[in-house]
């Protein structure tokens, strides 16, 4: 194992955001619904600046479409690392 001391910071970063995420956990089941149309005004927002074309961005979209439909089976609770809405 490498001991260096980039490596020893990471692993303890690693370690509080897994506690963080464990401990912030919540009942509330994630609504996918406006984490897809963040992602989709990001990507029209990357491709109207030009940074994104036209069909690279359709294929992004259909990743999230895919994505979305993986994870909506899943069980997933809101957490504060991932933004949780604030009541």
């Known amino acids: 194992m490498d001991e260096s001391p980039l490596f020893s910071r990471l692993e303890t970063l690693a370690a509080f955001l897994a506690r963080l995420h464990q401990k912030t956990a919540t009942s509330h089941p994630v609504d996918w619904q406006p984490v897809c149309a963040y992602y989709h005004k990001v990507l029209f927002q990357l491709e109207g600046e030009g940074l994104v074309s036209a ?8 990743l999230i479409s895919l994505w979305r439909n993986r994870l909506g089976d899943c069980q997933t609770f809101q957490v504060l690392v991932h933004g949780m809405p604030l009541p």
């Open 55 to 62: 069909e690279r961005k359709q294929k992004l979209m259909d």
